[in-house]
């Protein structure tokens, strides 16, 4: 089956002029697939006989609202999506004063390894595709009412690691005649594949690379992030300041606050030394607690803030929302996993 929403306007225009269409009706259905029809029979302005061609031989990705969690604190709310084939992935909207943010998955599942990352466990089931990325944005929008201003690639699956499809994903949510959403304000966050970020920088897109750091030292990254074993810290920077040089845009570092494991001042001032000279911004990052992981939060997250701030480095504490909803990544497709397993009549997630 054919995904349409998968595809460009211009894609789509040669595909219409396939079926002897004329042009305009590639931008009727590309209006009507980004505002968030579910069938083509909703489609009012296209012929009956089009759309009956068009239900026979394409796929409309749609996905439905398997869980959904809201947060009596801070109004965040935490998706779980069930998509065409069974699978589940996550999404959590959270509203800032200046506008809302959807966290989007891009895998369902990760191949990655992070230790501290319950979206990790089980591994990677599949790739989503442009459409399935660009779904989540416009069925959270459609069910809660709320503009999206704001896009972080950061929820469930590495960005890089399904490289083709999040660029393709990122040129269809920037259309004009789509959600219009621009590159700077969306952030992509990768785990350090140095190749695809040298790859990224080629594309030259506004962006804001966020990277997964969590560690300034070879062995205490090696043990947190398997991905740092194929090439280190200092390779790892080498990317990173190459793509500041090639783009121009600054780019912000993830840091995870793990008591006893990377919390220390002698890693705050590794980490400072590594970013001297270089515009860049810390994220540090209060560590949400996996059931399955006996890493536990930092208590020392203001004193390694000071200590970098002391050195010239930027550092921001991130605020955590959702706290009361499973809102971190991974953590309510995990549950769903472990329900579906537990109860033999209902449809098992992979």
């Known amino acids: 089956m054919i995904d349409l929403k998968s595809?460009?306007?211009?894609?789509?225009?040669?595909?219409?002029?396939?079926?002897?269409?004329?042009?305009?009706?590639a931008k009727q259905v590309f209006l009507w697939l980004h505002r968030g029809a579910?069938?083509?029979?909703?489609?009012?302005?296209?012929?009956?006989?089009?759309?009956?061609?068009?239900?026979?031989?394409?796929?409309?990705?749609?996905?439905?609202?398997?869980?959904?969690?809201?947060?009596k604190m801070d109004g965040t709310i935490k998706y779980l999506w069930r998509l065409w084939d069974g699978?589940?992935?996550?999404?959590?909207?959270?509203?800032?004063?200046?506008?809302?943010?959807?966290?989007?998955?891009?895998?369902?599942?990760?191949?990655?390894?992070?230790?501290?990352?319950?979206?990790?466990?089980?591994?990677?089931?599949?790739?989503?595709?442009?459409?399935?990325?660009?779904?989540q944005v416009i069925f959270a929008q459609k069910d809660s009412g709320a503009q999206i201003s704001n896009i972080v690639m950061?929820?469930?699956?590495?960005?890089l690691d399904n490289f083709e499809n999040v660029l393709r994903f990122l040129e269809l949510v920037n259309d004009p005649d789509g959600l219009n959403i621009g590159m700077r304000h969306i952030s992509l966050s990768t785990c350090g594949l140095v190749n695809k970020i040298d790859k990224l920088a080629d594309s030259a897109l506004q962006l804001t690379l966020s990277v997964s750091l969590h560690a300034p030292d070879d062995e205490t990254r090696s043990r947190l992030m398997p991905v740092n074993r194929a090439v280190g810290v200092e390779r790892l920077m080498e990317s990173c300041r190459s793509y500041f040089a090639r783009t121009g845009r600054r780019i912000s570092y993830e840091y995870a606050m793990i008591d006893g494991v990377n919390d220390s001042d002698?890693?705050?001032d590794l980490l400072a030394g590594l970013l001297k000279g270089q515009p860049a911004h810390v994220n540090l990052i209060p560590l949400n607690h996996v059931e399955e992981s006996p890493l536990k939060p930092s208590h020392r997250v203001r004193q390694f803030q000071q200590r970098l701030e002391s050195q010239g480095v930027t550092a921001t504490v991130r605020r955590k929302l959702g706290s009361d909803i499973d809102a971190s990544c991974g953590q309510l497709r995990r549950k769903q996993m472990k329900e579906s397993t537990s109860h033999p009549g209902k449809d098992e997630v992979p």
Not at 7 to 25: A, D, I
Not at 42 to 71: D, F, H
Not at 99 to 107: A, E, I, M, P, R
């Open 7 to 25: 595809m460009t306007q211009e894609e789509m225009t040669s595909f219409f002029q396939e079926l002897g269409q004329p042009k305009f009706r």
């Open 38 to 71: 579910a069938s083509f029979s909703e489609m009012s302005n296209i012929p009956k006989n089009l759309q009956q061609q068009l239900a026979q031989t394409c796929r409309l990705t749609a996905p439905e609202i398997e869980r959904k969690q809201e947060s």
């Open 87 to 135: 699978n589940c992935i996550e999404s959590v909207l959270m509203r800032y004063r200046h506008g809302n943010t959807l966290c989007v998955s891009c895998q369902v599942g990760c191949n990655m390894g992070c230790v501290f990352c319950a979206s990790t466990l089980g591994g990677k089931v599949r790739d989503l595709a442009p459409s399935e990325i660009l779904d």
């Open 154 to 159: 950061m929820g469930i699956g590495e960005p």
């Open 266 to 268: 002698w890693q705050a």
